[in-house]
Nanobody
């Protein structure tokens, strides 16, 4: 059974940094992309960042230049380095892995940025 477990969420002041990690366990094959989404209270879940199997990266416009997504294939993890955090970055951050046949979500980790 595939499981995605996020960690690293916390309360931080505006301008601060956090690093989120997502550990993937279980048998998973044919990964196309690994990435991060977030959901703020009252809002729909939105795309934040993605890294593909060939290493290409994509970002939400509002986080480009502040956030960096990376993957460690040996450790089966995907990370999100978040710098210069803003209050509008507050939300639950979810890890998502997409394969040729399915996609998987983690349970989420809370990020709160105070002004």
């Amino acid at each position: 059974q595939v499981q995605l477990v996020e960690s690293g969420g916390d309360l931080v002041q505006a301008g601060g940094s956090l690093r989120l990690s997502c550990k993937i366990s279980g048998s998973i094959f044919g990964i196309n992309a690994m990435g991060w989404y977030r959901q703020a209270p009252g809002n729909e879940r939105e795309f934040v960042a993605r890294i593909t199997d060939n290493g290409s990266t994509y970002y939400l416009d509002s986080v480009r230049g502040r956030f960096t997504v990376s993957r460690d294939n040996a450790k089966n993890t995907v990370s999100l380095q978040m710098n210069s955090l803003k209050p509008e970055d507050t939300g639950v951050y979810y890890c998502k892995v997409t394969t040729t046949r399915a996609f998987y979500w983690g349970q989420g980790t809370q990020v709160t940025v105070s002004s």
